[in-house]
């Protein structure tokens, strides 16, 4: 049976209400505890990866640090802009009509940012 944009509405605001008050348990425990999750891949390598500094960027933002969110990690600040309006895109696009897909150019800009992340994994650790 189709949901209705109701539905789909309360699923969504629900889904990112799950993911906010995570993301705020896990902010807290970072500012509290000085505890976070480290980087898998750095502890494997010990190269910084493309996502490497997310943490302390999510934190600097929310302290409205903006120089210590760029200086954390400078392309994913960057992009920041990028995937919040393909969120608002895709969020409105699903609750209307259901569609969970992403348009042509939206795929192609997705992969564009893929592979600026993985070109700035490689450079960042020359």
Known sequence: MPRSSKQRLFRLLRNVGIVCLLGGVYAFICMHFNVGIPCPFRKLTGFLCPGCGV??????????????AWAANPVIFSLLPFGAVLAVRFSIRY??????????????????????????GVIRNL
């Open 55 to 68: 943490s302390r960027l999510c934190l600097c933002l929310l302290r409205l640090d903006f120089a210590g």
């Open 95 to 120: 609750v209307k009509s259901g569609c969970r897909k992403l348009t042509k150019a939206e795929t192609v800009l997705t992969y564009a940012a893929c592979v600026v992340l993985l070109v700035y």
